[in-house]
């Protein structure tokens, strides 16, 4: 099942003839399905934009918050769900992180390439298992276990 707020984006995957269901629907609403369906999530380059206020009603930590729990409770018992992004700054890590966490996944973050600005990336340490990347050019997941 795939979801987004842009029906472009929709009709771009119509266009590749993906296969699966398509969702028009905003994230920061939460997820419109039933507690238990999934054994799995994948985000890819999504989570960043819920840390924008694009309308004067939208609040960040109010819109991460919905869609942690929401997301949180549509996983079964025992799944994952794996994050792409491409956060601004430490400041929307550590929302974002806060949010996830209030919501009931656990999580935690290891910076490698710390002093670089194009290719630092932050990637799963043994015992949490976040993993951002601010590297515009990579696909590198976050994962949260449940």
Not at 6 to 25: I, Q, T, Y
Request: aromatic share 14%.
């Amino acid at each position: 099942v795939g979801i987004d707020i842009s029906p472009a984006m929709l009709d771009v995957a119509l266009d590749r003839e993906v296969e699966g269901d398509l969702v028009l629907g905003d994230m920061g609403h939460g997820m419109p399905f039933r507690a238990g369906t999934f054994d799995g999530c994948i985000s890819i380059s999504a989570l960043q934009w819920l840390c924008n206020a694009d309308k004067k009603s939208h609040s960040p930590p109010k819109r991460l918050f919905t869609f942690f729990t929401t997301l949180y409770s549509s996983l079964a018992r025992g799944s994952r769900a794996v994050f792409q992004l491409y956060p601004e700054n430490s400041e929307q890590l550590e929302l974002i992180t806060t949010q996830a966490m209030k919501a009931g996944f656990s999580g935690g973050m290891v910076v490698d390439y710390p002093n670089s600005s194009k290719a630092k990336k932050l990637v799963p340490d043994s015992s949490w298992g976040f993993y951002f990347d601010t590297f515009c050019h990579s696909w590198v997941p976050l994962i949260f276990f449940d």
